[in-house]
């Protein structure tokens, strides 16, 4: 059976490359350098150079010229490296081309996210995901994982027939390939299931008109920090890139008594590879399908800006750029300057100021959570009669009962109900 090979597993030092095309674009390309810095660094590769080289003509082979090319790989080599990361894509045929040429192992940005995903995956679903991801990245790369076995196969047109005139590498890229295609159908048809699963589960969420929140942002910007202080939710936290990749959904009790389910999502980074935000739409379909949106921005980052507009562009694949959002500035305790503030202040007009981590703020927030959910529902008092059982048991089962009180032969209920409930008892209606 085919596997992924675990490159994390085989590499000890990298050596860090990044093209750019444009003069313009050099400033973007150091950034996304740095940021594949961290991505590589989360897998527990040494880093011993990072180099920022301009194409002025891209080369089908190698993306840069073959005298680059040389010069990379001798680079790579005097530094002691076993392995080459590229920022860009790269091609399977270039991948081949690069290991070919350098002798050592050659990845690019996606297959190192993919990496960091499988090892950060617990629950079924998010494994489910990643084990797609990955196949599907893998199945036009495995001429290359076979193609010593052809060297040593020896392909002669002798005795055997066609299956024996073969090399046995080319043999087993067939059986793998064709394993590998099963395989992705299995895991499709599988997280379709999952999905159907979460559909189910939402039904039932929206029978109890209970409002839903998805908190979004780019990696690492304390989403998990915040769910956890606002719903005591023993969700994994930490200061690295992409902590939580499987679904969390937990809930919580606004001031005026209505329930609020609020859902994590995996961060964002700048040039997600198509094939993860294609994996991971059944944990992203929290986003699509909730109330609102609670973007959760690091205002420490001092590519703010950045990470804002890379989070917009992913939400607008998934269809939920037009959903109602709450801008949250999270870390704001780590700013000094007043200067700073008051420019992310005039960037992010209304957002709210917090600190996740010591609780700065939050208490505003959730307020504001409130205000955005005012018209789903309404704060009444009724007066049932004692004999109305089937009223009273309609309000406990549609609404919130906050207060109850006998008068005579009446219950005085104070409750949060939906509008549509209210319209229902309005003969019963006090206030």
Excluded at 85 to 105: C, G, H, K, Y
Excluded at 108 to 122: C, G, M, P, Q, Y
Excluded at 186 to 207: C, D, I, P
Excluded at 218 to 241: I, Q
């Amino acid at each position: 059976m085919f596997e992924v090979r675990e490159k994390p597993e085989m590499v000890e030092k990298a050596m860090l490359v990044g093209f750019c095309f444009d003069k313009s674009e050099e400033e973007e390309t150091r950034l996304l350098l740095t940021e594949l810095e961290e991505l590589v660094d989360t897998l527990g590769i040494a880093i011993v150079g990072m180099e920022l080289v301009r194409v002025r003509d891209t080369n089908k082979r190698f993306i840069c010229g073959t005298g680059k090319a040389d010069e990379l790989v001798e680079l790579a080599r005097a530094r002691g490296c076993d392995c080459i990361v590229f920022d860009n894509e790269i091609s399977p045929m270039q991948q081949r081309n690069w290991e070919e040429l350098a002798d050592m192992t050659v990845i690019d940005r996606e297959e190192v996210i993919l990496d960091i995903f499988a090892k950060r995956a617990r629950t079924r679903e998010a494994r489910l995901q990643v084990d797609l991801a990955r196949m599907q990245y893998a199945l036009p790369r495995m001429a290359r994982m076979w193609g010593h076995l052809d060297r040593e196969g020896g392909g002669g047109t002798g005795a055997g027939g066609g299956g024996a005139a073969r090399g046995m590498g080319e043999q087993q890229i067939e059986i793998d390939r064709r394993l590998a295609r099963k395989r992705i159908s299995r895991l499709k048809a599988e997280l379709e299931e999952v999905r159907k699963q979460r559909a189910t589960q939402r039904k039932e969420r929206e029978s109890n008109n209970i409002a839903t929140a998805a908190i979004v942002g780019y990696t690492n910007a304390g989403k998990s920090t915040l769910l956890n202080k606002l719903a005591g939710a023993a969700v994994m936290e930490a200061d690295m890139l992409f902590a939580t990749l499987d679904p969390t959904t937990r809930r919580i009790e606004l001031a005026d008594g209505q329930d609020l389910l609020l859902s994590d999502t995996v961060g964002f980074v700048r040039n997600l590879p198509h094939r993860l935000v294609e994996s991971f739409k059944a944990t992203l379909e929290e986003a699509v399908l909730a109330d609102f949106l609670i973007h959760v921005l690091d205002a420490s980052s001092p590519e703010i800006i950045d990470h804002y507009q890379t989070t917009r562009r992913v939400l607008a694949e998934l269809g939920a750029d037009e959903k109602r959002v709450v801008v949250v500035l999270n870390k704001i305790d780590r700013i000094e300057d007043p200067s700073v503030l008051n420019g992310l202040r005039s960037e992010f007009p209304g957002a709210s100021e917090v600190s996740a981590l010591s609780g700065e703020g939050l208490g505003g927030l959730a307020l504001r959570f409130t205000d955005f959910l005012a018209d789903r529902v309404r704060k009444v008092v009724y007066r049932i009669p004692q004999a109305r059982g089937d009223l009273s048991g309609l309000i406990y089962r549609e609404g919130k009962v906050l207060d109850t009180e006998y008068e005579g032969n009446d219950i005085l209920l104070t409750a949060i109900v939906p509008k549509s409930l209210e319209g229902q008892l309005s003969d019963f209606l006090v206030s």
